[in-house]
């Protein structure tokens, strides 16, 4: 009786060990990350693939299991994000500046890790300063490819002196990158015409009525414009003019393009937010601006008579051919 009774202490003692220590996980279990990607631009969809696909690839090679939640609609951002939030994803990824800005406020409290890939994080107040972003963001700023862009817009078509601009302001990038426009064209010269519309009814309105005085259309970041750049590439190529852009678009018609490519974009934060699934904080992960690439639609050029020399096109990263 006395051997049976010890037996059953020891065995209740084990049990009690076992629920108070409880052994510790395998070191190659397989991690499981949920990723919030929250982009209610549809004219960005290229920056979320590239995050998505490289993410993905990342999971392939550290052996994770990846998910991803999708918040696309700009009416559904707050309550996709509340969602997100409820059931404690990982990581949330944002495109545009509001959606970021809701991603800061909403996950202030929870500190909910966030990367983003935005115009300019530093002026749109997301983070403190590109090196030391502080709170839980980091990522990706787009903006600084105008100057750059209309100097290719000059050597494409060097007597350029009037640019159309068509614009919607949509987001704090809108308007930052029309004032940037308008200052790099006030430094050398270019007028600079802004056509405002609301919507793509106003837009098709105003590309049927361009001044005859325009010789460009030049593509700022805006939504509603980024959109529909194929509408605008199909308006210059009528008139017969250069159209440049600092949101890339070379792609649906636009003539040149000297900014970000969206995909690359998408792989340069999802660089950053592997780094936080491993464990950084993003409060230590400087932001980093976009890498830009210059791309030229041969097609395009030739549509509208321009002759571009082979020197022109050895500077170029990617050239657009007719298919």
């Not at 690839?57 to 609609?73: G, P, R, T």
């Not at 107040?125 to 700023?141: A, Y």
């Not at 190529?237 to 636009?254: H, L, N, T």
């Amino acid at each position: 009786m006395i051997k049976k009774s010890v037996f059953v202490i020891l065995a209740g003692l084990l049990a009690a060990t076992f629920f108070i220590f409880p052994p510790a996980h395998s070191p190659d279990e397989q991690k499981k990350f949920t990723i919030g990607v929250v982009n209610p631009n549809p004219g960005t969809q290229g920056i979320q693939q590239g995050f998505i696909d490289s993410i993905q690839e990342s999971a392939k090679e550290n052996d994770w299991e990846v998910s991803f939640k999708k918040c696309e609609e700009s009416k559904e951002v707050e309550s996709a994000l509340q969602q997100m939030i409820a059931e404690e994803v990982d990581l949330i990824f944002s495109v545009t500046s509001p959606a970021t800005r809701k991603v800061k406020e909403m996950t202030r409290e929870n500190k909910i890790p966030g990367i983003f890939a935005i115009f300019n994080p530093v002026k749109s107040g997301i983070i403190k300063s590109m090196v030391h972003p502080g709170d839980n963001l980091t990522g990706i700023q787009i903006s600084g490819s105008v100057p750059k862009a209309i100097d290719w817009l000059l050597t494409l078509a060097p007597k350029t002196k009037h640019i159309l601009a068509p614009v919607k302001f949509d987001t704090k990038a809108a308007e930052q990158s029309l004032a940037n426009l308008i200052k790099t064209a006030d430094s050398i010269g270019i007028k600079v015409t802004v056509a405002e519309v609301e919507n793509e009814k106003e837009l098709t309105a105003a590309l049927a009525t361009i001044p005859a005085n325009i010789d460009a259309i030049f593509l700022i970041h805006s939504m509603l414009i980024s959109t529909h750049a194929d509408k605008i590439a199909a308006a210059a190529i009528a008139r017969k003019i250069p159209s440049g852009a600092a949101i890339g678009k070379s792609d649906e018609g636009i003539l040149f393009s000297y900014s970000p490519k969206f995909e690359d974009m998408g792989k340069q934060a999802a660089r950053l937010a592997v780094m936080v699934l491993q464990g950084e904080s993003p409060a230590d992960i400087p932001a980093e601006k976009a890498n830009y690439f210059i791309g030229i639609n041969l097609a395009t050029a030739q549509e509208i008579g321009i002759e571009i020399n082979n020197d022109i096109l050895g500077q170029c990263d990617y050239l657009i051919r007719k298919e």
